[in-house]
C-alpha cells in the first residue's frame, strides 16, 4: 500500500465549478500536512499547509481528520489557471516530506 | 531573490556514461534534498543533507548514484554508470531547519539516457 494515496483523475471542470480531491495516508504519527501544486512540466510549489482546524486561503480550503487519516482541498469558483495537478503530501519519519502521486485538474472555459 | 538553481535543464546521455547533476540552494537555507519524479513512480526523495551532512539516503537506489554537499551552496547528484531506467526528472529542493517548513523546488533536470 503507497503511504499517500490520491485519485489521479483527470478531473474535467467547467470554470467556476467546485471541486474536491482528496487523500488518505498511512503513517498515523505523521505530524505535518500539506497540499502542493505542479503545472505542466514544472516545479511543485507549496500551495498551503493543512491544520487540524481546517483552513482557508481565498478559493482554497483545506481539511485534516487524524482519526480517518484523510485530507481534503476543495476549489471554488474554479479557473482556467488552477488547472494543474496536485500533490498531498505528509511528513514522515524525521524531516521527510511524502508526496502523493497527484490528482490532475484540468478546468475548461 | 534567486530560487533553487540546477544545472543543467536537460541532459541526453548514453548507458553506461557518467551524469553529475548540480544544485544551489538558496541562501541561508540549511536543509537540501533530492528528489527523482517518473510517471511511475511519482516523487521520491533520494537523500537530505541537513547542514551539509547527508542525514537521509534511504531513497538512493543502488549504488551507482552518489550525492555530495561540500558546501552550503552546492550539492551534485552522480549516478555512474547510468542506466535508461535512471531516466526521470530530478529535483532539487532546499528548506530551512527541515521539511515541516516550505520546501523550494528548482525546475529539475530532466534526463534521457538512451
Known amino acids: 500500500r503507497k503511504e499517500v494515496e490520491q485519485d489521479p483523475g483527470p478531473f474535467n471542470v467547467p470554470e467556476g465549478a467546485t471541486v474536491a480531491f482528496n487523500c488518505t495516508y498511512s503513517n498515523s504519527a505523521s505530524q505535518s500536512f500539506f497540499w502542493y501544486r505542479q503545472d505542466c512540466r514544472k516545479e511543485p510549489k507549496l500551495l498551503m499547509s493543512?491544520?487540524?482546524s481546517g483552513n482557508e486561503d481565498g478559493r482554497f480550503t483545506a481539511q485534516l481528520n487524524r482519526a480517518s487519516q484523510y485530507i481534503s482541498l476543495l476549489i471554488r469558483d474554479s479557473k482556467l489557471s488552477d488547472s494543474a495537478t496536485y500533490l498531498c503530501v505528509v511528513t514522515g519519519g524525521y524531516n521527510k516530506l511524502i508526496f502523493g502521486a497527484g490528482t490532475r485538474l484540468a478546468v475548461h472555459p | 531573490d534567486a530560487g533553487v538553481i540546477q544545472s543543467p535543464r536537460h541532459e541526453v546521455t548514453e548507458m553506461g556514461q557518467e551524469v553529475t547533476l548540480r544544485c544551489k540552494p538558496i541562501?541561508?537555507?540549511?536543509?537540501l534534498f533530492w528528489y527523482r519524479q517518473t510517471m511511475m513512480r511519482g516523487l521520491e526523495l533520494l537523500i537530505y543533507f541537513n547542514n551539509n551532512v547527508p542525514i537521509d539516503d534511504s531513497g538512493m537506489p543502488e549504488d551507482r548514484f552518489s550525492a555530495k554537499m561540500p558546501n552550503a551552496s552546492f550539492s551534485t547528484l552522480k549516478i555512474q554508470p547510468s542506466e535508461p531506467r535512471d531516466s526521470a526528472v530530478y529535483f532539487c529542493a532546499s528548506s530551512l531547519t527541515g521539511s515541516y517548513n516550505e520546501q523550494f523546488f528548482g525546475p529539475g533536470t530532466r534526463l534521457t539516457v538512451l
Open positions: 493543512v491544520y487540524s
Open positions: 541562501s541561508g537555507h540549511n536543509s
